[in-house]
């Protein structure tokens, strides 16, 4: 399987109660879709997984898989911080339909390589569906080193790793580690986009892609035509966006301004909290503005 393409880290929408809303998973799929992603990816960090319980998580998937109908893959976050949790979660997806599932490294816990390198090999030895490594040290304070994902890629069913360090000397080691492998290295920094396409990346999985669509569609597409100046303005036009996305605890300002587009994805999971001033608000229905033109909202 090869992973490819703008595959959008999907936030989850969410009623008032918590609940995962019906009608604004099939108003952001079909936006996303129409947009021209090549893959959904859920409950990852903006899908905020870890609010999640596994039966909320299952039964949530089902429903995406059931409203992508096929038309792109599903790619399902599974990952914890016990080896059997993630296993055990892994099994449950199996039944539902997802092209394959993602597994965060342990976090809370500080882990050496080797014991990451275990960690995956014993999930891969007891599940079938193929399996996304996810490398956000940022968050779980784990690094999975190049030599460690070099070693865990000769493994048939670990297909690809999401790369959210924001370091391309790691991800250069990510792709010369897995040269000769059949694996695809995805980078999960949104302003790195571009430049990791041309160290030679497949594609990146982008939380600004829920809202900034087209735009990150677009890097990807100009890129492969060999349009680079067009490809370098759409990746720096990001930066606006990705700007006022730090108003906020993640994802609170992503929900906010895809509720702003008409995406009725509702507030973060407790305890995030919705907190922007009005200036703020102002401000980011400002930047939105910018991106009309483009975007079609």
């Not at 799929?29 to 959904?40: D, M, N, R, T």
């Not at 996810?134 to 790793?161: D, M």
């Not at 986009?193 to 735009?215: D, F, Q, R, Y």
């Amino acid at each position: 399987m090869k992973l490819e393409g703008i595959i959008t880290a999907m936030a989850t929408p969410i009623d008032s109660n918590e609940c995962v809303s019906d009608e604004g998973v099939e108003s952001l799929v079909e936006h996303l879709i129409s947009g021209g992603v090549s893959g959904l990816f859920i409950l990852g960090t903006n899908g905020e997984f870890y609010s999640m319980t596994d039966d909320a998580k299952v039964e949530y998937v089902e429903l995406v898989v059931r409203i992508v109908d096929g038309r792109v893959p599903v790619y399902a976050g599974t990952g914890d911080i016990g080896t059997n949790k993630v296993i055990e979660l892994t099994k449950r997806m199996k039944n539902v339909g997802v092209s394959a599932v993602s597994i965060i490294t342990p976090f809370m816990i500080s882990l050496s390589q080797e014991e990451i390198y275990q960690h995956y090999v014993q999930i891969s030895e007891q599940v079938e569906l193929p399996i996304i490594l996810y490398n956000i040290p940022s968050n779980t304070k784990l690094n999975i080193e190049p030599v460690t994902v070099g070693r865990l890629a000769k493994i048939s069913n670990i297909i690809g790793i999401k790369d959210s360090s924001g370091d391309l000397d790691n991800l250069k080691g990510y792709l010369d580690q897995t040269k000769n492998e059949e694996f695809s290295v995805l980078v999960g920094s949104d302003s790195k986009i571009l430049e990791a396409l041309k160290l030679g990346a497949s594609g990146a999985v982008a939380a600004t892609s829920n809202v900034l669509t087209k735009t990150d569609v677009g890097i990807y597409n100009e890129f492969f035509v060999g349009n680079l100046d067009k490809a370098q303005e759409l990746q720096e036009s990001l930066e606006e966006y990705r700007r006022i996305l730090k108003f906020g605890t993640v994802p609170s300002v992503l929900k906010y301004t895809l509720r702003e587009i008409g995406i009725p994805v509702g507030y973060p999971f407790a305890p995030v909290r919705e907190l922007l001033s009005l200036n703020q608000k102002q401000e980011i229905n400002n930047v939105l503005d910018c991106y009309r033109k483009i975007e079609g909202f």
